[in-house]
């Protein structure tokens, strides 16, 4: 007698695999933010806001980065959330450098901050203005260059490589403001890049303003160049 198969066990099987992974996945995108306590609906704007940020960056990676490179890769929104939450005062001025899809300067606007982004990628620009509509936010966002005209970064042995941080016409000039007009800097440079962003917010940066720098493994906070507790 051969073998028998019972497929509708099989299937079975298959969907409920195929549920546990959607509801892992979903769970991984939920914002944990135990112990965060926010007013109102907040937490579940926020919440809204982190996850459309996953899927857009699901799509991006999926749809542009496995065929060309793009810089745009996107931080751990609710490890950033749980730093911004600390740091945020009414009126502070938020500045995110390469903003990309805008959903930590929408995330900084819905937390009180007065919140900008520079992007150098005219399309990241459009999506972040239309996500910070959808969510109700005031985010601003500017197409540019987030280093100042003239600046010029040259490491100690004299090497003057960007990485892949993009020249163009710097974003300061249209939104009106300064570096060192901003309370709170965020940016998340790729492997090598961190000393060219402490060195643009030691030359063009509020000496008492706050950087926050997003590696893989955390979020380090700056004051003065020095690294906070
Ligand atoms: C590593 S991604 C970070 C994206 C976003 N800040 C986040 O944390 O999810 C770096 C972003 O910087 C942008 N970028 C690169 N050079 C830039 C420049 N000179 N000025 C503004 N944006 C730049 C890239 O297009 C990319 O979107």
């Given at each position: 007698m051969g073998k028998r198969t019972n497929f509708g066990f099989q299937k079975r099987q298959k969907d409920i695999e195929k549920q546990k992974k959607k509801a892992a996945k979903a769970e991984k995108k939920?914002?944990?933010?135990?112990?965060i306590e926010l007013e109102g609906d907040l937490g579940e704007r926020l919440d809204a806001l982190c996850e459309a940020g996953a899927d857009i960056f699901d799509r991006f990676d999926n749809d542009f980065r496995q065929n060309d490179f793009h810089a745009f890769v996107a931080a751990d929104y609710p490890v950033v959330l749980a730093t911004l939450v600390e740091l945020r005062a009414p009126g502070r001025r938020f500045l995110e450098w390469g903003s990309a899809t805008g959903i930590i300067t929408i995330m900084a606007d819905l937390l009180g901050f007065e919140a900008y982004g520079i992007e150098i990628d005219g399309s990241l620009v459009e999506q972040a203005r239309e996500l910070a509509d959808r969510h109700a936010s005031r985010a601003r966002f500017t197409k540019g260059s987030f280093l100042p005209t003239g600046y010029r970064w040259k490491q100690p042995g004299g090497d003057e490589r960007l990485g892949t941080i993009s020249t163009g016409e710097s974003g300061y000039l249209q939104l009106g403001?300064?570096?060192?007009?901003?309370d709170v800097v965020f940016g998340y440079p790729w492997p090598g890049e961190e000393a060219m962003m402490l060195d643009l917010m030691r030359v063009h940066g509020r000496a008492n303003a706050t950087l926050l720098i997003h590696t893989p493994t955390g979020m380090k906070v700056y004051r003065g160049g020095e690294l906070a507790a």
């Open positions: 939920k914002l944990r933010a135990d112990g403001m300064p570096l060192e007009e901003f």
